[in-house]
């Protein structure tokens, strides 16, 4: 007798259930759990982490008999898409749909709701304190005589993340008869950016077109919107920017607002705003109006005005995020202004309906000579103070763009009197695209982590963030999405994880990487031991892997030109000079590397004392960032005890070497996974290993004309010239910009 586990596999069924009448209920209860879950069953990652599949006999036996009734309300939306999930999930992995009542009349009950939706619920006397209004408390309690369990919260949107909750500890297969845990977000906006232009394009996407299909909205509601809302709420993101921050001042339309309406409309029950990202010119471009400047009234009123207009539509619109004097997009330095007068103008206009303005400082300018490292925060400090409540300034996690590994940016903690959000990219621009196995919650992890030293040791990133540093009730956190119309959403398995932990690590910055990339593989895979040990092994090596093969020892910005697809140390000259590589890797003869020390750019100085100290000292500086801040000799001596040199070459193969380990662990999973997505992952891997590759011998060969050095003893030559390197070209490599 056989039957199919969660994954696929099939396993002698063991005997003692074998009886007939248990068969038939079995039965019954497998139909009723395919009738709740509409989702596909093909292994095609569809449904990302909440694939709900029936958990093996032992969690069953577990957890059947603790999870037997569910007693919660149905009056609105969110408790109804609260049910819903309760009843797929349950339904799902216990094989049998739970039964629905409005009072607990049975052992082994689930109360899901508030004090004032749930009557019992307000009798128990629970302590709902400190929960504010997204947090929960699930606990195990004796309700008459019967063991039960609670998911308790203020609003209905703290029932609905503590029944994601119930669920993932069902997933993880972790006990649920003795809980008691309370979890409330540290960060207040949990927000996805998505960089979609209105022609579905999608700006550094590669996977597959936007999932925003503008131009069947709003009459058709694709239900892939509802399933990203259950995606989202289930890792607590509570915020989504629909429009790329390279604006099309179109959203603004009538006819788009409608379309943002509806979508509005999607998310609303599943406790997601709605943001847009806002064209800085956009009362001339569709205003009608000769200027954009933030002191004119009329400018002022247009904007008022177009505030009412969103509102009027959305109630709950959540404002605006807006990219200004940055590469080319217009702001209020075309006016004279600085970026306090445009954010303000706009807060002015939201404030009336409780909306933010998130400013992006992602500014530098091809007409200012100084370190690029060093603009945002010499354009933005100065105006600490400046700028009005309702507005956060977003920051990327290091200073110049995403690069596969950076220092934190020196703005965290430079500006004590404004919230700054944390901006990390999801979407692998800098970083494999979508094809390269990279899990990036240890490079999150090692942003929160970092210690600005502003306000003495342990002032970390994550504490900035949060706001408790400095005191802000206001805080924030914004990803640049992944997400497209691929059937996997992020273009592979694995990147699904960087979204989920993006989202997990949102809500509570000081969760831990490892931890969470457990949690999502027993969700989205499986709990097989077998299984999760080696690939969280994998996963976590994987940062250090690229960073090995693509920029290693703090070397940065060394891609293709305009795509940023595969290696380019050697881009140079074009428009300007911080879009080559060679500006930032300074290779010569002597050496590599970009002095930033205080007799280089000296943009070490924007850092608090401790940390310039460390950084600004070749001895101190982690090696990780050695050639970020220093320029050193080819035959100066690294910690390992090799020449810089030879470290480099080093480092480039032990990534290249890391790639081939994970192939070998991935292939004997075989087995232990559905083949579809094994073979998918083993497919990318292997293009990975080809890239990893390439970007070695490319690098190698093209740095080796500056060191002059031979390759140190057992390395292998580049099969190819460096001229050949040079001469490939990608005129559609995905994602570039339009
Ligand atoms: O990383 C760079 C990207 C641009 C992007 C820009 C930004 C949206 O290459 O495509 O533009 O950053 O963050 O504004």
Redesign the pocket.
Known sequence: MLHTTANGRQHPRPSHLGRPGRWLRMLAAALLALAVLPLAQAEDGYELWLRYRPLEQAALERYRPALAQLVLPAGNETQRATRDELVRGLGGLLGQAPAVADVPSAAGAVLVGTPASLPRLAQLGLDLDGLGEEGYLIRSLDLDGRAATVVAANTDLGALYGSFHLLRLLQARQPIDALDLRQAPNVKLRVLNH?DDLNRHV??GYSGQSIWDWHRLPDWLDPRYTDYARANASIGINGTVVN???ANAQILTPMYLDKVQALAGVMRPWGIKVYVSARFSAPMEIGGLATADPMDPAVRAWWRAKADEIYARIPDFGGFLV?AN??GQPGPQDFGRTHADGANMLAEAVAPHGGVVMW?A?VYSDEEPDDRHKQAYTEFVPHDGEFADNVLVQV?NGAI??QPREPFHPLFGAMPKTPLMMEF?ITK??LGFATHLVYLGPMYEEVLRADTHVAGPGSTVAKVVDGSLHGHALSGIAG?ANIGTDRNWSGSHFDQANWYVYGRMAWDPYLDARAIADEWLRMTFTADEAFVEPVLDMMMASHQAVVDYMTPLGLHHLMGRGH?YGPGPWVEGGPRADWTSVYFHRATRQGIGFDRTTSGSDAVSQYAPPVAEAFNDPARVPEEFLLWFHHRPWTSTVASGRTLWDELVHRYSRGVGQVERMQQAWAGLRGHVDAERHHQVERFLAIQRKEAQWWRDASVAYFQTFSGLPLPEGEAPPPHSLEYYKSLEFPHAPGD?Q
Do not use: A, G, L, M
């Open positions: 960089w700006e550094r790329n921050v390279n990219k940055s590469e992006r992602f990327k763009d995403f990219q621009e800098y640049v940023h910009t």
